[in-house]
């Protein structure tokens, strides 16, 4: 049977691995947006988590 990761809120601080992303306004208000559409009031560490990995993800040239 596969493991479960456990929550962000459960893991252990994360090594250090360059500067950390700040999100841009755009990037927020898409945050705001997602949690908007999950029924929440404002954006949890989830939504930034989401919006922040899009941003690495299409920052990121494509493999060859």
Known sequence: MAT???APWQRANPT???T???LTP??????RAR???AGR???NLVD???VAA?????AKPPAK
Do not use: F
């Open 48 to 50: 930034n988590m989401w």
């Open 35 to 37: 949690a908007e559409a």
């Open 26 to 31: 755009a990037q927020i208000e898409e945050a």
């Open 54 to 58: 899009k941003a690495r993800r299409e």
């Open 41 to 43: 009031r404002y954006p």
């Open 4 to 6: 479960r990761k456990p």
């Open 20 to 22: 950390p992303l700040k």
């Open 16 to 18: 250090k691995r360059g």
